[in-house]
């Protein structure tokens, strides 16, 4: 089975070689060179494999060639270490116990000359004939699995001298690699005597017993077919739901909602998700403490707060552009620190040095409440939605419609890679179920692995919540689900007949991340909306994006309008945001400012941490004084 083995030095000399056909000699004379540094590597040619290694401390490469559909595991591991350990240990060595690394390997190429011929031979058919032993016997197993593994018959028998000869192979083995490790690292040095000058004889067992290291105990396989009790104990993928189970089920749920961040409930019974709430940072007298503690100071040469660049503007006088450059252009920089993008930073101040120039200003007072009307102004105006927020209503208003038959309510969630759209998908649906609605997720992210087996793990552990102190919401939630390189066009216009056939009160498309940049991917995510008519085209996004939000939302509200009106005439673009990571930004929520102003859509919810529960509402009075905080 194999046809081609050499020894060569590291310089290039072949020292010796066995070939036992030419075709095989040939291809390993020209593969390609080792390199050094690589402990192994392998070259197929013309039919042939050709793997090669080094022996670092002999300083020879080891290059064996052999047909490549065949899988000899034996070649490096142990044989060829056994053929080395064999010539290492010949008489030569026994009486030349201290020798330096240059004589070391100038007599082991001597041993390779003198008797490498008939212990290669020996070893090989040796090896060989353990492998046939061992193919025959898989066969047989797999021909007769009934057949008893204890039957004496099919056990192949070997004579003592044989078991020595292993024995003593071992012996060797252990021996050169206690030699070269003595050696290591010695350049032309001599070696320390060896206490005992039996060191290549047998290892005892005490010394055996310490080298043996603990290894992972396996599981032990019947020969019968498992029953069914024994296929409930290797089924790990659902969760055991017994009687046994009722603390650790209480822990996983409690892992799931968060109590602190639950909602309230109104009058009417509709669940509300809380607001985010800033903390003391948003002061709406900021600017005013900033002006007094300016003027107070008389450190006019700061420009790091925000209120005191307007310290200068004192008096009774009219504000002109030229009094105000210095201080719009400090306002530039206070929003770039907020995370507010470059071109949004220059709108917003653009439209405060509007609303300036001109004003009659007199004393402290008038300065602060005109300076913060107009920036306050300036803000809510972009911050302000030109439409309705209440996705509650607009669901509850679609459900209540005249019509001959229901249609669900669809909500569709769009956004680049890594995002969180799956996982915020998931907290809306808790909210709606929180709602007394029947949702059905559809699995429309075909591409990324693992985006189905995610949803169903959501829908498992949603299904486990309960709504009100129900045990559970099963019947509330379900997946809607066809595998992976489908069309995401088609499962969820499957998946929205499904909904209506089944009763489902709202449908939660997800969608496969992807780049704004990316045509393709754009104009399979328009043909997704321009099939299925979503009632709502939710983006999700990160707080921490900064400039790369406006890029985001403008390529993908563009692409969404432009490839959608080409191929029904009817445009759509995006009708909302949801805001992830928001707990991440503390104060510095420019980016909520950047993706309202940039589509003149709302923000509907913020996501701020990894429970079904942590789901946010803002307020614009509450963004708006984040922004003007120090």
């Not at 290059?63 to 240990?89: D, G, H, K, S």
């Not at 252009?329 to 929003?335: C, F, N, P, S, V």
Request: charged content about 25%.
């Amino acid at each position: 089975m194999l046809d081609h083995c050499s020894i060569s030095h590291r310089g290039g000399v072949v020292l010796w070689s066995r070939s036992f056909t030419p075709e095989a000699s040939h291809v390993a004379s020209s593969a390609a060179s080792p390199k050094a540094g690589t402990s192994e590597q392998k070259y197929e040619k013309d039919g042939y494999a050709v793997k090669w290694t080094f022996f670092n401390d002999l300083e020879l490469i080891f290059v064996v060639a052999y047909q490549r559909i065949l899988q000899l595991a034996y070649l490096f591991e142990p044989f060829l270490t056994t053929f080395v350990a064999v010539l290492a240990c010949d008489e030569y060595w026994k009486i030349h116990a201290l020798l330096t690394k240059r004589q070391y390997i100038v007599g082991f190429c001597q041993g390779i000359r003198r008797m490498g011929l008939a212990v290669f031979d020996n070893l090989l058919k040796t090896f060989e004939d353990k492998a046939a032993q061992v193919s025959r016997r898989l066969v047989q197993i797999r021909l007769d699995p009934e057949s008893p593994s204890e039957d004496d018959s099919t056990v192949p028998t070997e004579s003592p001298d044989v078991t020595q000869d292993e024995q003593q192979i071992a012996r060797n083995v252990q021996a050169l690699k206690n030699r070269l490790r003595g050696r290591g690292g010695r350049h032309g040095g001599r070696v320390a005597p060896r206490a005992d000058s039996g060191a290549s004889g047998p290892v005892s067992e005490n010394e055996s017993s310490k080298r043996k290291t603990k290894t992972k105990t396996q599981r032990k396989w019947g020969d019968e077919v498992p029953t069914e009790s024994d296929m409930a104990t290797l089924d790990f993928s659902l969760d055991k739901l017994d009687a046994g189970t009722d603390g650790r089920l209480a822990s996983d749920l409690k892992s799931l909602v968060d109590s602190a961040s639950l909602g309230t409930r109104t009058k009417d019974g509709l669940y509300e998700v809380k607001d985010w709430d800033f903390g003391n940072k948003g002061d709406a007298s900021v600017i005013a403490k900033a002006l007094n503690q300016e003027a107070a100071q008389r450190a006019t040469s700061s420009l790091g707060a925000l209120g005191s660049l307007f310290a200068r503007l004192t008096g009774s006088k009219v504000l002109t552009e030229q009094d105000l450059k210095p201080v719009l252009e400090g306002m530039k920089q206070h929003l770039m620190k907020k995370n507010v993008a470059k071109e949004i930073a220059d709108k917003v101040c653009e439209g405060v040095g509007e609303g300036l120039v001109g004003k009659k200003v007199g004393g402290f007072q008038t300065t602060s409440n005109t300076v913060r009307s107009a920036l306050s102004a300036s803000l809510t105006s972009i911050l302000t939605p030109k439409t309705s927020t209440d996705l509650l209503l607009s669901i509850r208003t679609k459900l209540s419609s005249p019509s001959q038959k229901r249609v669900p309510y669809t909500i569709t969630f769009v956004g680049v890679n890594g995002v969180g759209k799956s996982t915020n998908l998931s907290k809306v649906c808790f909210w709606l179920i929180q709602n007394n609605l029947r949702v059905l997720i559809a699995a429309c992210d075909t591409f990324r692995s693992g985006a189905v087996e995610q949803l169903r793990v959501h829908v498992r552990n949603l299904s486990m919540l309960g709504v009100d102190g129900a045990t559970d919401s099963k019947g509330r939630v379900e997946l809607f689900e066809k595998g992976y390189g489908k069309d995401a066009a088609a499962i969820a216009k499957e998946a929205i007949a499904h909904a209506k056939e089944n009763g489902f009160d709202v449908v939660l498309i997800d969608t496969a991340g992807r780049m704004q940049d990316n045509e393709p991917l754009m104009r399979a995510l328009a043909k997704l909306v321009t099939v299925n008519s979503p009632d709502k085209i939710i983006f999700v996004g990160e707080a921490l994006v900064g400039n790369e939000a406006v890029d985001q939302l403008t390529k993908f509200d563009r692409a969404l309008r432009d490839f959608s009106s080409a191929s029904s005439g009817k445009s759509r673009g995006i009708d909302g945001m949801l805001v992830t990571k928001w707990d991440t930004v503390d104060d510095k929520v420019g980016a909520a400012l950047s993706m309202t102003y940039v589509t003149g859509q709302p923000i509907i919810f913020v996501g701020c941490g990894q429970t079904y529960t942590d789901l946010r509402q803002l307020r614009v009075d509450s963004v708006v004084q984040a922004i003007l905080s120090d």
